[in-house]
């Protein structure tokens, strides 16, 4: 469809120099939605991506009573992103998109309040695997009543693709194959991918209904990335890891929500930023991937083996260094100041948005939780997990080293952080596939925050460790820290926070292989005010 020069250049409100018309391969469409994200007091990001298009595409875009006009191409994929300044702290905000006389659904937006608070309402989200099921879930947030912001810590897309890949055992992956059907590794693989997912109706509708605060976690560029590699990356095949990483975190901000870079700041360093609302809490977005992050250690590669037998000291001795990281000194810095501006503005809450577990994890012990007719019950996919538990109790370390756990100078670090600056954390934390509740304690026992931990929307955790056994019981008997985990149920977190206490209920829904379902609140949790820190959970 062409669009006539003069209107054209009317829209654009720009002189002969402008694109004369949209290039376009048939009727432009709004194909993948609207959303908007990181709300400040007076701004917030709003997001579209035109369709059908192949040069430059004229556009107009209205929130409340602001409006402008843009130009969007190629080069960022037809993507729109327009930071929209002026705007009154707390409040509802509709907007739409129009281009080439098309125009799009409408979002629902709202500003951070100012001023005195009496609560704020977030649906916590993470691990969105496409193949594995419907999105449910963030239907589940669309329809919540009230949602003032939606957290999501990462794994909103993978990598993986093609027969026999993650997610494809599940019985409506043949209706949902990733695209490319196969590992994405390019610019275009990272672009299409992120098409795919948002072409989803469900997750369309809960972007369209609250702004987004965003965090990847490894999957937006490979399985267990870090600084220099990942795990789900073989450079001899797939090239150089920084050219790769590059790919995918400009599709991200392509096609994401999130404010972009600030002159001369990198795509990493714009992703760890800062949301005040009113004077009851602060969210601190962290960044602990591929910023900093040494390399995971391995239990096969770095576990010495002398006379025989492993040598569990010196495997210690590597996994405390002082001087492993899961993030800079930079970084590091930035959330020393942010907690301590916070407790220093008499905010209630500190809300550490965070992508791993933080808390002590070590394994059950199968032996001693298990009888031998259990033991033998337990399905095939299960027995090898159980083996590695057993492996790690006799060692004595610990479950995840992808986590906290793998880090643990550097979770002391920042524990340092928090009783410097006499804050009241709340960590939310993603990536396992499972629902927690835990209770953080630093190296000497003392307890310094509460982490509330989300499932996945459609990611599969261990699920039951036998018939009738959710794999998370025992692992909440194992550790001192763990007051709740469920590796079985889907859903999110809905957190809610007052000045009396910080709510987390963890809500499920009844299937992601059938559009039909249900919801309901597998457990709550309460953390209150104690001190300068926080209390038990109740």
Known sequence: MRIDRRKALA???????????????????????????????????IWTRVSGASGQVPYRWRLGDRSGEGVTGPERDHTI?????GLQPGQEYRFWFEAGGVRSPEGRTRTL????????????????LYPNGFFNAYRAIADLPRVDAVLH?????????????????????????????????SLADYRTRHAQYKSDPDLQAAHARAPWIVAWDDHETANDSFLNGAENHNPPAEGDWNARKAAALKAYFEWMPIRDPAAGQGFVEASSRAFRFGDLAQLIMIETRIGARDKQLDLEADLPVVDGKPDVAAFRAKLDDPNRRMMGPAQEAWIGRELAGSVQAGHAWQVLGNQVV????????PRRDLTPEQRAAAPARMQRRLKRYEQLADLGLPVGLDMWDGYPADRERLYDLVKQAKARPIVVSGD???????ELHDAAGRRVACEFGTTGITSPGAGEMVPGLNAGEPIAKANREVVFNDQVSKGFVLLTLTREEARADMVAVSTITDRQFSTRIVKTFRAKPEGTGVSALG
């Open 432 to 438: 396992s596939h499972s629902f927690w509740a835990n």
């Open 113 to 128: 309040p100012a001023g005195g608070v009496r609560d704020v309402v977030l649906a916590v989200a993470s691990c969105s």
């Open 11 to 45: 829209l654009l409100g720009v002189g002969a120099a402008a694109p004369a018309q949209a290039q376009t391969q048939g009727r432009l469409a709004f194909a993948h939605g609207v959303a908007s994200g990181d709300p400040l007091q007076d701004r917030v990001v």
């Open 81 to 85: 992103k327009v930071d929209v300044t």
């Open 358 to 365: 933080m808390a002590r994890v070590f394994p059950p012990d």
């Open 153 to 185: 810590l990462g794994d909103y897309i993978y990598e993986y693709g093609g027969p026999g890949s993650y997610g494809m055992d599940s019985p409506v992956a043949g209706q949902r194959p990733h695209q490319p059907n196969r590992e994405i590794v």
